[in-house]
């Protein structure tokens, strides 16, 4: 129950959240558009930063928001969110699902990428493929940094890691996966980490 109630809470904020930024966004589009205002450096900072905290909001409430197996996300919704979170970060995602996916497997899959970001603390490349049911992800880049006991958690149900705010990912998706009727394995190696569920 209270895995469903952070959910709904993650799914609330993220809602009431959408809308606002939009209007901002709308607003710093007419204000270019103006013959006076058109192009200054401020209002391009601005607009950046609006498209970026309209990506995250909409990532979030993927990874966050409730989600069953009966709720279905469309390829193309996952790539747009996927696109716009990658711009002008250190992270680049490729997704190689070639069908809509059921929006509780979409969530483990967003929150496994942000397990992955920090592995890779100077970003690097992440590819979301699957075979059949089972879904694999992979991240590479120029440095990987594991941290045994907070992977651990992932797969330990006894383990009694003390989670950041930073770590929120790793504290949720045991329940997730567990809910999905799931099993997570990892591997990582030099320079990449594997993860299938």
């Not at 710093?28 to 103006?34: A, G, H, R, W, Y």
């Not at 192009?39 to 993927?62: C, K, M, Q, T, W």
């Not at 070639?98 to 979409?106: E, G, H, Y």
């Not at 009694?160 to 990892?186: C, E, M, N």
């Amino acid at each position: 129950m209270t895995d469903n109630i952070a959910a709904l809470i993650g799914s609330r904020i993220c809602h009431d959240l959408i809308s606002p930024i939009g209007a901002i966004g709308n607003g710093v589009e007419l204000l270019t558009m103006s013959a006076s205002a058109g192009g200054s450096p401020e209002l391009d900072l601005i607009a950046d930063s609006v498209h970026n905290a309209n990506a995250r909001i909409r990532f979030f409430r993927i990874a966050y928001g409730a989600a069953s197996m009966d709720n279905v996300i469309g390829r193309q919704e996952v790539i747009s969110v996927l696109a716009a979170t990658a711009q002008g970060g250190r992270f680049t995602y490729f997704w190689k699902i070639d069908t809509d996916q059921s929006r509780q497997l979409v969530r483990i899959a967003f929150l496994l990428l942000q397990c992955i970001e920090t592995a890779l603390p100077l970003g690097g490349e992440i590819q979301i493929v699957n075979d059949g049911d089972n879904y694999t992800l992979t991240g590479s880049g120029p440095r990987l940094a594991v941290d045994p006991v907070l992977w651990e958690g992932l797969t330990n149900p006894d383990s009694q890691f003390d989670h950041k705010a930073s770590q929120v990912q790793f504290a949720l998706l045991p329940s997730v996966i567990s809910d999905a009727g799931r099993a997570l394995t990892i591997i990582h190696e030099a320079d990449a980490i594997m993860v299938r569920f």
